[in-house]
């Protein structure tokens, strides 16, 4: 533990932090362990009340800068099982892979580029030879399992883009540069999931193709790097957990001439957020060779044709979710005691209002249920009966929640509610009819 010098509290190292905020999740009600009354499922996680609400958020503040605040991205949801043909042509079924080893010594498996020689398990540096495994599920599509059944689950939602890149044009009417945003589950056969949800068998990604006249691949390549890098800052992620990290020539993908990560600072060290990728035009020209149809734009106004190059920026939504956890962790101390305190950003926290009456005699119910009713057409909100004041404010503050009302004995007689800040925990008298104008207020657009 080191000691933070504002507060004389005793602030979790990396370790401790990690532990804290596994704890944290499971007892809060952010994240349970999939089918734990039968022993869990190695690598799935079931997402709880609080959990299912700070992902939607994070996924609904990503859709909200990407295509609710901009006129050139448009949505796509396609579906999750695709052909095989798809993933010949994207190169997935000859290129996907991981390497694979196996400890002659206790036979456990890794993937190669991640154990540094040694296995995590016994200790032994005695190995097979690595071997390409593929990541992707295959099952199969229809009643009789033969080859001409057998269908894949995604492994990336930006394929889906891709193939109905001819549709979104002439639907859309749009010209590049536009891009196609997609938020959706995706799945992969990990070797080795591991460090709680940032490395799953099942996730959330959030991606977006951005198609742009192949002269200007550079420029937008560029321009989605700050811009994805700047959307993390803006939500709380502190500049020194934070930073951007090209990729050496010998890390690019088979589709990309440039790449770069933005990555944060986990427990376990730098690893990535979001990667931006130039892909160029590789994937609507293997499309095109593998289906025959044409996957163009025809500019009228200059009469040239042309096939778009793409810039990708792809986020895993539940590895994001991880990291605001981690950053917006804090331990401080508030009227003498300790207290543990999620800062999220008001867009991110499950709840952004509590409405807390201040005792459980009937006379409060009935203006509580009244400012609840107020509350809720425009805040997701908690509300809480049980404990002591001070216990549920603290139990608001764990779970990241930025504001909580309070009706007390003094608001029967003049219809006023206290308003309490999570981070400087100040309170303000606020008339019930001006409770929501006060909050809306206090999250700025």
């Not at 999220?344 to 509580?368: D, G, M």
Request: aromatic content about 12%.
């Amino acid at each position: 533990m080191t000691s933070d010098s504002a507060t004389g509290i005793d602030a979790p190292q990396s370790g401790d932090l990690m532990e804290r905020i596994v704890g944290l999740c499971k007892r809060r009600g952010f994240i349970f362990p999939s089918a734990e009354i039968y022993g869990g499922f190695r690598s799935t996680y079931d997402y709880g009340p609080l959990g299912v609400n700070m992902l939607r958020n994070v996924k609904n503040t990503w859709w909200r800068s990407m295509v609710q605040l901009r006129d050139d991205v448009v949505g796509l949801d396609a579906a999750i099982l695709s052909p095989p043909a798809v993933w010949e042509a994207s190169g997935h079924l000859a290129n996907f892979t991981d390497p694979l080893v196996d400890c002659r010594h206790c036979h456990s498996r890794w993937r190669a580029d991640k154990i540094e020689g040694v296995c995590p398990n016994c200790g032994s540096a005695d190995f097979t030879e690595a071997r390409p495994f593929n990541l992707m599920f295959k099952t199969h599509a229809g009643p009789i399992e033969d080859e001409g059944a057998v269908a894949y689950l995604r492994p990336e939602t930006a394929q889906g883009m891709f193939v109905n890149f001819a549709n979104v044009l002439q639907t859309t009417r749009k010209k590049p540069p536009f891009g196609i945003a997609q938020v959706g589950k995706s799945f992969r056969n990990e070797i080795t999931p591991q460090n709680f949800v940032f490395r799953t068998r099942e996730f959330e990604q959030m991606e977006m193709e951005y198609f742009v006249p192949p002269e200007e691949g550079m420029e937008w390549y560029r321009h989605w790097v700050d811009q994805r890098y700047r959307w993390y800052r803006e939500l709380g992620i502190p500049e020194d957990k934070l930073r951007v990290r090209p990729h050496d020539a010998d890390e690019l993908s088979h589709y990309s001439t440039a790449t770069s990560d933005v990555e944060f600072l986990f427990p376990w060290g730098w690893d990535e957020l979001e990667g931006v990728a130039y892909r160029t035009d590789f994937d609507l020209k293997a499309h095109m060779t593998a289906s025959g149809e044409r996957l163009e734009y025809f500019d009228q106004a200059t009469g040239e044709r042309y096939v778009p190059h793409v810039v990708e920026p792809a986020a895993g939504a539940t590895r994001t979710m991880m990291a605001f956890l981690l950053a917006g962790y804090e331990e401080d101390e508030v009227g003498g005691e300790a207290r543990m305190v999620l800062r999220l950003h008001w867009r991110l926290a499950p709840y952004q209002v509590a409405v807390l009456p201040l005792s459980k005699k009937e006379t409060l119910e009935p203006l509580a249920r009244e400012v609840l009713a107020l509350l809720q057409p425009h805040f997701m909100c908690d509300y809480d009966t049980t404990q002591s004041i001070g216990r549920r404010y603290r139990r608001q503050d764990e779970v990241g929640t930025p504001w909580c009302v309070t009706v007390d004995f003094d608001s029967l007689e003049d219809r006023a509610v206290t308003i309490r800040d999570r981070d400087s925990t100040e309170q303000v008298r606020v008339p019930v009819e001006r409770v929501v104008g006060e909050l809306r207020d206090r999250m700025p657009v």
